[in-house]
């Protein structure tokens, strides 16, 4: 009879991860089909970057109406690590020369970070009522899912945190293509690469190694970023040794902005009216604050002359490391600075975060210690 009764259970929770299993394909499904309609509606109205914008706008619209979308797991991975590549190949010798000129720029990075955290903290904390590991980790421009984990190691709110960065990873992604035209007289249709017809198969075998075996060599050291510092990585070795020479295909880059964007909007799916009103908020609000900062600090940078007014502006806009990357390549900025100042900054961000979680996990246990004594 116990054994029936087990045999009975197996069954029933193989069927029910064979049926969400199903579901979820139905779901990825439905987010392609939305995907595609973005780029269309977005491709038909004239707009810029519609492989980006279509899909994350289409993405947001559905996931605030109540859609079942799903992210595209592994696809969207694999997306990441052809940004990698081309990052990776743009690192050439002459590149590697300038390094010493972005040095003054380069210094100011940790110094942006720690203006952010005495901003940011205290706004989350103070204004929004956040406990203190979801403050912090809201306000660090670090990677989104880098600051997610690394917030729930903390005791944070991890749908907290994840809205916050979902929305300042969209808004900057929004805002800035609109500073660039206007602002900065910037064109967001520079060529994104060669057709993959006009590639080497020598260069296209090499990108595909580069991002196989950077992407899962990274993740195997435990590197944090992998789809992305892995391939770039590898890549820049092949770049700067002479044996490839080109960017990834246009095709490539527009299949990596097609997964960011969808991405971006499904972060947004099951959303409710609460967090709306208060996390979602709180994260447009913060963003204002970090769009000051930037600018204050991009200025800094041109006005000393340690960079071009463009690549300064992309190099401290706080948003995801992919997203500039993508902005950086279609408006012809100097794709090595650019990056060059978000590595800086991601790895301080991500190199602080496990000792601030070590400290804000003290702080509460010596607080759970001293609460009970008083008991």
Same mark, same amino acid.
């Given at each position: %009879?116990?054994?029936?009764?087990?045999?009975?259970?197996?069954?029933?929770?193989?069927?029910?991860?064979?049926?969400?299993?199903?579901a979820g394909w139905r779901h990825r499904f439905l987010t392609l089909g939305i995907s595609l309609v973005g780029v269309a509606i977005f491709w038909g109205a004239g707009m810029p970057l519609p492989f980006l914008f279509g899909p994350m706008?289409?993405?947001?619209?559905?996931?605030?109406l109540g859609m079942p979308l799903e992210k595209f797991g592994v696809i969207s991975k694999g997306a990441r690590t052809? @940004?990698?590549?081309?990052i990776g190949t743009s690192l050439t010798p002459a590149v590697i020369a300038m390094l010493p000129q972005m040095g003054a720029s380069i210094l100011l990075v940790p110094i942006f970070i720690l203006v952010i955290g005495l901003v940011g903290v205290p706004f989350f904390r103070k204004v929004w009522g956040f406990d203190p590991a979801t403050a912090y980790y809201a306000a660090m421009p670090g990677?989104?899912?880098? %600051?997610?984990?690394?917030?729930?190691?903390?005791? =944070?709110?991890?749908?907290?945190?994840? $809205?916050?960065?979902?929305?300042?990873?969209? @808004?900057?992604?929004?805002i800035a293509p609109i500073l660039l035209t206007h602002l900065y007289g910037a064109?967001?249709?520079?060529?994104? =690469?060669?057709?993959?017809?006009? @590639?080497?198969?020598?260069?296209i075998f090499l %990108?595909?190694?580069?991002? $196989?075996? =950077?992407?899962?060599?990274?993740?195997?050291?435990?590197?944090?970023?992998?789809?992305? @510092?892995?391939?770039?990585?590898?890549?820049?070795?092949?770049?700067?040794t002479g044996l490839i020479g080109e960017r990834p295909p246009k095709e490539a880059i527009l299949f990596a902005q097609f997964f960011i964007g969808s991405g971006i909007g499904v972060y947004f799916v099951g959303v409710t009216l609460a967090e709306l009103r208060r996390v979602v908020v709180a994260g447009m609000a913060y963003v204002l604050l970090l769009a000051v900062l930037s600018w204050i600090f991009s200025h800094i940078v041109t006005g000393l002359g340690f960079g071009q007014?463009?690549?300064?502006?992309?190099?401290?806009?706080?948003g995801g490391q992919a997203e500039m990357t993508i902005l950086a390549i279609t408006s012809g900025a100097d794709l090595g600075y650019v990056v060059t100042h978000h590595l800086t900054r991601i790895m301080i961000v991500i190199s602080g975060a496990p000792l601030v979680a070590a400290f804000i996990n003290r702080r509460q246990s010596d607080r759970r210690s001293k609460s009970k004594s008083r008991d």
């Open positions: %009879m116990a054994n029936r009764q087990i045999e009975a259970t197996q069954q029933a929770e193989q069927k029910a991860a064979q049926a969400a299993q199903a706008f289409a993405c947001l619209v559905a996931s605030l052809i @940004l990698g590549v081309a990677g989104l899912q880098d %600051m997610v984990i690394f917030g729930i190691e903390a005791g =944070g709110n991890p749908r907290a945190l994840s $809205l916050i960065h979902a929305t300042r990873v969209l @808004l900057i992604l929004t064109s967001l249709d520079q060529p994104l =690469g060669e057709n993959v017809s006009q @590639l080497p198969l020598s260069d %990108m595909v190694i580069a991002a $196989l075996v =950077g992407w899962k060599g990274a993740e195997r050291i435990g590197l944090f970023g992998a789809t992305i @510092l892995g391939p770039m990585i590898v890549a820049a070795i092949f770049s700067l007014p463009i690549e300064a502006f992309l190099a401290f806009a706080p």
